[in-house]
């Protein structure tokens, strides 16, 4: 029989061969095709070590290689296994068709995102005509503090604990906020009125309005945001409008979700 300390030895390379593998698929986060070395440099593995998981990801699909180029990217299992991840979330399944009419009505960006420790974790992204890109932000991350989706994901927490979880509020342009009491008087103004406003914060000539979504006790869950060039958000005629808008969405997908309104006492 096998004694215990052969088993946890086993138990161990078991482990370490699964965070090899992780930090191999992790090293194509920026998604760039990659050679083999900037595998070995990324995983912090030898040259022979990535090659052979890659050779075993490639098989199943996991990675795929340009036959021109030689240079790995990431495979169709990983999409496959994304959609199904995506596809099981109950904020996904109760916003998808719903942010997908926002964007085609207003011509905006519209986003759906979670939050995931001190980063906004994006489950939906449509493109409205007058807001287009060549990539999905799904599964994509972004910093709380300097998106508008961020800021209502924050509102769930104290001020305590805002400043706990993100201790320096990183500077991405010279409109973003850096002082954790402006942050608080900015979230104290989107409460009050329902949405948040990102104006060039992460991004310049780039806006935002989100509103917060609510779980079935009144936590904030999610948020829904349209976004887009300055020149089509057009903050100064259309805020009212667009804060209308995400608001009336962003219920939608709270009742849907099984909130029922604030409680009377």
Do not use: W
């Not at 995102?113 to 599964?139: D, Q």
């Not at 329902?194 to 006790?217: M, T």
């Amino acid at each position: 029989m096998e004694s215990r300390e052969e088993h946890t030895v086993a138990e161990q390379g078991t482990n370490q061969s699964v965070e090899k593998t992780a930090a191999v698929l992790s090293a194509f986060i920026d998604g760039r095709e990659l050679r083999v070395a900037d595998v070995v440099k990324h995983a912090r593995l030898g040259q022979s070590s990535a090659s052979r998981l890659l050779a075993t990801l490639e098989s199943l699909e996991y990675v795929e290689r340009d036959p021109v180029s030689s240079l790995y990217r990431l495979g169709p299992a990983l999409v496959t296994l994304g959609g199904v991840a995506i596809n099981q979330h109950p904020v996904h399944r109760e916003a998808r068709q719903r942010a997908q009419n926002l964007a085609a009505r207003l011509g905006l960006g519209a986003n759906v995102a979670v939050r995931r420790g001190e980063s906004l974790f994006y489950l939906c992204n449509f493109e409205g005509r007058l807001a287009p890109k060549s990539f999905t932000l799904i599964g994509q991350r972004n910093p709380l503090h300097a998106t508008g989706m961020g800021k209502c994901l924050l509102l769930e927490l104290s001020a305590e604990q805002r400043r706990e979880l993100i201790p320096d509020l990183q500077r991405f342009t010279a409109r973003t906020i850096t002082d954790h009491d402006e942050l608080d008087r900015d979230l104290h103004e989107a409460k009050e009125r329902g949405y948040a406003i990102e104006d060039q914060e992460l991004a310049l000539s780039r806006a935002c309005l989100a509103a917060p979504v609510l779980g079935p006790g009144g936590q904030v869950v999610a948020a829904i945001s349209v976004s887009g060039p300055l020149t089509a958000v057009n903050l100064p005629d259309r805020e009212r409008e667009l804060g209308h808008e995400v608001i009336e969405i962003a219920d939608a997908i709270s009742a849907g979700l099984g909130y029922l309104g604030p409680h009377s006492g």
